[in-house]
């Protein structure tokens, strides 16, 4: 069965920093991969997206993954965090187009103002 | 568009009662599943459904039932609650032909179990 690893439990960064969250999944095949953003309260929103082609994937409110197959990676990114991105990001595997998805453990992200 | 509607939001339960977790979608989603959200676990799969009539189990299925009658709704039944079914529950649903279909999540039922 497919498993995903965030190694990044909790994170706190200072407005301005830049931010990278570890993704790593084990599966052999063609996989699609998945960040979501849960904001406190609310429920999972998609962040991006990757299935095919370019693997250098830019998402909503100016976050990036690079899928690295090699390593197995799909490492989340952004270059300069605001406040309003605190809160828990979500990687999530989807193997070869089927829908069962696995989720990793969640990053805490917490940002200081 | 509604979404993915779920319904309640909160609820207590006492130990071996039973209770349905209500969710519709009314994007004509094929796939819907359950998932629970427990801190520093992520989410774990229980239920999932690729189309009216068709059920599968997840990674945590004990305890739980599900059924599809028609494409717009997939409750979740508790039938005797334990206090480790003290949790969050979100419904979702995806296209389940294509690739790259995202999973759309309702707002969540928090429940406690006492």
């Known amino acids: 069965a497919q498993s995903v690893s965030q190694h990044n439990h909790h994170v706190i960064l200072s407005e301005a920093a830049s931010l990278e969250l570890g993704c790593n999944y084990s599966y052999g095949g063609t996989v699609n991969l998945f960040w979501y953003v849960q904001y406190p309260g609310q429920h999972l929103q998609l962040l991006l997206k990757?299935?095919?082609?370019?693997?250098l994937v830019k998402g909503i409110k100016g976050f990036e993954a690079e899928f690295i197959k090699s390593k197995f990676s799909f490492n989340l990114r952004k270059p300069s965090v605001q406040w309003s991105d605190t809160a828990e990001y979500f990687c999530a595997v989807n193997p070869g187009g089927y829908q069962k998805v696995t989720f990793g453990t969640g990053t805490k992200l917490q940002v200081i103002p | 568009n509604a979404g993915v509607t779920q319904t309640p939001k909160f609820q207590v339960l006492k130990t071996g009662q039973s209770m349905t977790l209500q969710c519709a979608q009314d994007m004509n989603h094929e796939y819907m599943s359950w998932y629970r959200q427990d801190p520093g676990m992520g989410l774990r799969l229980i239920h999932y459904s690729v189309g009216a009539g068709i059920t599968d189990q997840g990674e945590v299925p004990n305890g739980y039932n599900v059924s599809r009658s028609t494409t717009e709704d997939f409750p979740l039944r508790l039938l005797s609650a334990a206090p480790s079914q003290t949790s969050v529950y979100f419904c979702a649903s995806s296209y389940s032909r294509g690739k790259g279909s995202e999973a759309f999540f309702g707002q969540g039922t928090r429940l406690t179990v006492v």
């Open positions: 990757y299935f095919s082609g370019d693997p």
